[in-house]
């Protein structure tokens, strides 16, 4: 099983096999994590992601899926795409999430990764509850029969490094 490890951090600073993009199904750029990974890596990324609108993704990514491309100028080889889903009161969403991080790990595996870093996915533009996020997370990585060896959750603020810690230390 990974060994899960936690730090408050960049992505986009991450010297790992590959590092996770909290995208949107257009594959085309945004805020937060996914802009900061385009603006460090460089427009080799964005040219990939039009490809992949081109061949594989025509009606864009769903989420809860993920793709790899190159990292660019990162100090990752990969970038792993995936698309988490906004958070909603009045329909569960969960199983989208957690499939997110299962999607990218079994990338991963693909790739033969061995080190790769999750950001809060839909945590950010996409308004998901930190506490909740960093559960469902952590679960979701433990229960993946996956070959790396290193899942490092690398947060950005004080709010998601205590809830990732919490839900780490067994509560
Ligand atoms: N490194 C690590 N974590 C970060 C970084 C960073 N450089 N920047 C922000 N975070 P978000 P989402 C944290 O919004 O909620 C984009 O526009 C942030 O504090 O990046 O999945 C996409 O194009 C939060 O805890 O992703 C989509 O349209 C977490 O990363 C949409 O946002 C996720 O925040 C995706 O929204």
């Known amino acids: ?4 490890v936690i730090m408050r951090g960049d992505i986009t600073e991450q010297e790992v096999d590959a590092v996770v993009n909290a995208a949107n199904s257009s594959l085309s750029g945004g805020g937060g994590v996914d802009g900061a990974i ?12 039009r490809r992949l609108r081109v061949s594989r993704y025509s009606a864009g990514l ?10 660019g100028f990162l100090p990752a080889r ?3 795409h995936t698309v988490g889903p906004v958070w909603s009161v009045t329909e569960d969403r969960s199983a ?36 909740d996020g960093a559960r ?18 690398v947060l950005f603020d004080d709010p998601a490094y205590a809830a990732f810690a919490g839900r780490l230390s067994g509560d």
């Open 96 to 131: 989208l999430l957690a499939s997110c991080y299962r999607e990218s790990l079994r990338v991963a595996d693909e790739l033969g990764a061995r080190s790769v870093a999750f950001p809060a996915i839909s945590t950010g533009a996409f308004g998901w509850p930190v506490r």
């Open 78 to 80: 990969w970038v792993i």
């Open 1 to 4: 099983m990974a060994e899960l």
């Open 136 to 153: 469902i997370a952590v679960e979701a990585v433990r229960a993946s029969a996956t070959a790396v060896s290193e899942v490092r959750f």
């Open 62 to 71: 769903p989420a809860g899926a993920a793709v790899a491309t190159t990292a």
């Open 38 to 49: 385009h603006r460090r890596g460089g427009p080799e990324i964005l040219a990939e992601c």
